[in-house]
T-cell receptor
Framework: NAGVTQTPKFQVLKTGQSMTLQCAQD?????MSWYRQDPGMGLRLIHYSVGAGITDQGEVPNGYNVSRSTTEDFPLRLLSAAPSQTSVYFC?????????????????FGNGTRLTVT | AQSVTQLGSHVSVSEGALVLLRCNYS??????LFWYVQYPNQGLQLLLK??????LVKGINGFEAEFKKSETSFHLTKPSAHMSDAAEYFC????????????FGTGTRLQVTL
C-alpha cells in the first residue's frame, strides 16, 4: 500500500519561477496538510484541508496556494519562488471525523520534497 | 492555542544507556499528544500517541512516554539505547476542534555513541 506519495523528491528553482508539489494519498483520509521543515524550527503548518473543496491557512501560508478538488490529491503551488522558500516540504494526511477517533488519529507523512531556490 | 516545547535540541547517550527526551505541552483543553521519529532523508513515523486515560503509553521500538498532567509533560524514554535509535524526535499536540491541526515541537536530535 502506497500511503502518502509526494513528487518530486528534489527540485531546484530559480527565484521567480513557479512550480507545483504533488501529494496523493490512498487511505481515503479527509484531512490533508502541508508542512515545511527548517533546521531548528521543527515543522510548520502551511495549509490544510478537511475535505474536498475546503482549504484553510496554517501558520506560514504566504507565498503558497493550495486547492483540493478530490479526496486523494492536495497539491501545493509556489507562484513565484523565493530563496526563503528553500526547505523540505512534507505532505501528511489523517482520518478526520468527529470526536476522539479524529483527535487521536495520527498523521501519515510522505517522504518529503527537498526544494532549493537560488 | 496548544503548543509543545522540547527541551534540548541535541541529546547524546551511550549505547545501552537510558534515553530521556523531554516534552512539555500547553493546552487549554485535554491534549492529544504524539511522538514522532524521523530518520535521515525520510518522513516522520509515529512512535506513540497519548489518549485520555492511560498515563504510561508504550510505543514501537521499545519507547514509552508518561503523561503527567501536574507537570504538563509527556517525556519519551527508552531503557537501553541502540545505535539504530539515532534520529530526530518530535513531540506534537492536537487540541480539539473541527480542524484538529497538529502542532510540532522543534525536535530533538538523538545521537547514540559506542
Amino acid at each position: 500500500n502506497a500511503g502518502v506519495t509526494q513528487t518530486p523528491k528534489f527540485q531546484v528553482l530559480k527565484t521567480g519561477q513557479s512550480m507545483t508539489l504533488q501529494c496523493a494519498q490512498d487511505m481515503n483520509h479527509e484531512y490533508m496538510s502541508w508542512y515545511r521543515q527548517d533546521p531548528g524550527m521543527g515543522l510548520r503548518l502551511i495549509h490544510y484541508s478537511v475535505g474536498a473543496g475546503i482549504t484553510d491557512q496554517g501558520e506560514v501560508p504566504n507565498g503558497y496556494n493550495v486547492s483540493r478538488s478530490t479526496t486523494e490529491d492536495f497539491p501545493l503551488r509556489l507562484l513565484s519562488a523565493a530563496p526563503s522558500q528553500t526547505s523540505v516540504y512534507f505532505c501528511a494526511s489523517s482520518y478526520s471525523g468527529r470526536g476522539v477517533s479524529s483527535y487521536n488519529s495520527p498523521l501519515h507523512f510522505g517522504n518529503g520534497t527537498r526544494l532549493t531556490v537560488t | 492555542a496548544q503548543s509543545v516545547t522540547q527541551l534540548g535540541s541535541h541529546v547524546s547517550v551511550s549505547e545501552g544507556a537510558l534515553v530521556l527526551l523531554r516534552c512539555n505541552y500547553s493546552s487549554s483543553v485535554p491534549p492529544y499528544l504524539f511522538w514522532y521519529v524521523q530518520y535521515p532523508n525520510q518522513g516522520l513515523q509515529l512512535l506513540l500517541k497519548y489518549t485520555t486515560g492511560a498515563t504510561l503509553v508504550k510505543g514501537i521500538n521499545g519507547f514509552e512516554a508518561e503523561f503527567k498532567k501536574s507537570e504538563t509533560s509527556f517525556h519519551l524514554t527508552k531503557p537501553s539505547a541502540h545505535m539504530s535509535d539515532a534520529a530526530e524526535y518530535f513531540c506534537a499536540v492536537r487540541g480539539t476542534g473541527t480542524a484538529s491541526k497538529l502542532t510540532f515541537g522543534t525536535g530533538t536530535r538523538l545521537q547514540v555513541t559506542l
